[in-house]
C-alpha cells in the first residue's frame, strides 16, 4: 500500500497536469495569435499554472489543491517539477 504522503503528491501532480491539459491549448493559441513564441520553459508554465487561482478552478481535486497551497515555496517547488518535467512546453 502507498503512503499518504506519496498518494497525496500524485494527486497533487494530477490536478496540475489537468489544469494544464484545459487551460495549456488557449495559452499557447493567445500567444500564437499575439506572434509569441507558442514554446513555454517549465518554469514559465509553472507560474502559469499558480497563477490567477487556475489550480483551484481547474485541478479537480480539493484536497489536493489545499494540500499543495499549504506546502512552503520549495516544496511546491519540488511537487511542480514532478509534475511538469519537460524543459519546454508547446503544441
Known sequence: MENTAHIIVKRMCDALNHTWDIIGGDILESRK???????????????IITDADYLKTYGGDEQAYNAFMHLNEFEREEVLRLAFPFKTYSY
Not at 495569435?33 to 507560474?47: I, Q
Open 33 to 47: 495569435v499575439m506572434g509569441e513564441s507558442t514554446e513555454l520553459t517549465r518554469e514559465e508554465v509553472m507560474e
